[in-house]
């Protein structure tokens, strides 16, 4: 039997230059579904299938598990998020190669050692043992990564000012000449490739984060030929700089997330200078709320993130805060709302969140996905109440 626009199992195979025995294995294990199956059990396949079977290659060669490429890929094959999914495995790509040179490295030094000094150096050898082992940390790094895109892309594309968000805290940063700058939680430095055209030739950025795959993120799309600009992976709360050496530090969105908010304003007056300023932006109450409601209409189950972040620091309580440690603090407001036209990047977003939605979601998806697609048909209007502290010792 053939179907106009299938593949029969055997010819999808052939394709994708894998075995009958790997399709039909990916069918089992529930993360390859044929598109069609005639009554007599015969499995058909599409391109969009093909699609797939593309992103589950990839992953598995850069070495995750099929459970947890089951978890990584949703069951849909729409532009945007095959596109997002294909920017997100070249930065794994890209990560892997740089692991590998490191590996490369470290296996040349152990072997000239041996050759040179007729010893093992068991140091080197634990070295090399560690490097070989990076790949654990890919998993939370795909996690990441796709998260943060897809939240920053949808304010991207439906975001009814037209300056954006980026742009908007560059020109509140006021960067002047020779200033030396800090910003904590930097993530993958878009803030600064949305501004690069704009920052002056004498600088000095101190780029930081907790995730070392979001500082390589940073590197590359900066370019480590910038000399303006040094990485530094550290946690907030114990900043290993000296005393008054920055004129700015900068923590966008990140003081909600840090376990004690406090500790961190106390090392960043540390390292402020006496006239320096500390720029720290947050979400208020009534932020994005159209979308709780959405997934909360669909299932009142879900709860797209367990904590509130405007609670432990937000556009209300802010400045009560941060007046325990700086002299002057001022609110300054981002107007903007979300007009959202289509179901795709609004799905990619509340995929993103830190909640329980995945465990309602995954297994109604197609639902789901209809769902979103009646809510969005003549655009779906969204909330953002979002803006900054502008911070003085």
């Not at 954006?164 to 509140?172: A, D, K, L, T, V």
Request: hydrophobic share 35%; glycine share 6%.
């Amino acid at each position: 039997m053939k179907k106009k626009d299938f593949y029969s199992s055997g010819v999808f195979a052939r394709m994708a230059n894998v075995t009958l025995r790997t399709i039909r294995y990916y069918d089992k294990q529930d993360i390859l579904k044929p598109s069609f199956v005639s009554e007599a059990g015969a499995r058909f396949y599409t391109d969009k299938d093909f699609a797939r079977l593309q992103q589950i290659l990839l992953l598995k060669y850069l070495g995750f598990s099929l459970d947890d490429i089951r978890e990584m890929l949703i069951d849909d094959t729409d532009y945007h998020f095959m596109l997002n999914s294909l920017n997100i495995q070249l930065k794994l790509v890209q990560d892997r190669i740089e692991q590998m040179q490191l590996v490369e490295e470290a296996i040349r030094d152990t072997s000239e050692a041996i050759q040179e000094e007729h010893v093992i150096d068991w140091n080197q050898m634990l070295n090399l043992i560690h490097l070989t082992g990076m790949e654990k940390s890919l998993k939370n790094q795909y996690q990441d990564a796709s998260n943060i895109s897809a939240r920053i892309h949808l304010h991207h594309l439906y975001s009814q000012n037209q300056q954006g968000w980026f742009p908007w805290i560059y020109e509140q940063l006021e960067v002047q000449p020779g200033m030396r700058i800090l910003e904590i939680g930097c993530g993958d430095g878009t803030l600064w490739m949305e501004n690069l055209n704009k920052l002056p030739e004498k600088l000095l950025i101190l780029l930081s984060d907790l995730s070392e795959g979001m500082l390589r993120d940073a590197r590359r799309a900066i370019g480590v030929e910038d000399a303006r600009f040094s990485y530094q992976v550290f946690d907030c709360h114990k900043i290993p700089c000296d005393d008054r050496c920055f004129d700015l530090v900068i923590a966008d969105h990140v003081l909600f997330y840090c376990e004690d908010i406090r500790k961190v304003c106390r090392e960043v007056v540390r390292v402020l200078k006496p006239d320096g300023r500390f720029f720290c932006s947050a979400y208020g109450q009534n932020h994005m709320k159209e979308v709780n409601a959405l997934v909360q209409g669909f299932d009142d189950r879900i709860v797209l993130s367990a904590d509130k972040l405007y609670d432990r620091f937000g556009m209300e309580n802010g400045s009560g805060i941060l007046s325990e440690y700086f002299h002057e603090c001022e609110w300054k407001r981002y107007e903007d709302c979300l007009v959202v036209p289509r179901p795709e990047p609004l799905i990619s977003y509340v995929l993103s969140c830190h909640g329980n939605q995945g465990q309602y979601i995954t297994e109604r998806y197609k639902e789901f996905r209809a769902y979103v697609k009646r809510k969005t048909d003549r655009g779906f209007r969204i909330t953002k109440e979002a803006g900054a502290f502008v911070c003085k010792i």
